[in-house]
Nanobody, 125 residues
Framework: QVQLVESGGGLVQAGGSLRLSCATS????????MGWFRQAPGKEREFVAA??????TTSYADSLKGRFTIRNAGRTVYLQMSSLKPEDAAVYYC????????????????????WGQGTQVTVSS
């Protein structure tokens, strides 16, 4: 069992930056791939980025490469977001998947076993 708690969301102007954090607890952190997803009103939850426990492998949604960066430090996973656009506004979720179950980076919602409660990101134009 693992618990995930996101923080760092808020209101930012278009073009600005924001860093989200996901604090993990409750299980051996080294067993999990950590991912970030987002869900805008009326839309499906979509993959943003993921990172292996070692930090050696990362994966990004193609549309977000170059603007978003995922990294981990200790038991916290971060999502650095820059050059934010109004279409980036969404609830951002942190999630954990069992690393041993995948030979490629998991990018589907159903791949992830544990989820945080989400943090709202609002981008004003």
């Amino acid at each position: 069992q693992v618990q995930l708690v996101e923080s760092g969301g808020g209101l930012v102007q278009a073009g600005g930056s924001l860093r989200l954090s996901c604090a993990t607890s409750g299980a051996t952190f080294t067993r999990y791939v950590m991912g970030w997803f987002r869900q805008a009103p009326g839309k499906e939850r979509e993959f943003v980025a993921a990172i292996t426990s070692s930090g050696g492998t990362t994966s990004y949604a193609d549309s977000l490469k170059g603007r978003f960066t995922i990294r981990n430090a200790g038991r916290t996973v971060y999502l650095q977001m820059s050059s934010l656009k109004p279409e980036d506004a969404a609830v951002y979720y942190c999630a954990a998947a069992f690393e041993r179950e995948f030979t490629t980076m998991p990018t589907e919602v159903g791949n992830y076993r544990y989820w945080g409660q989400g943090t709202q990101v609002t981008v004003s134009s």
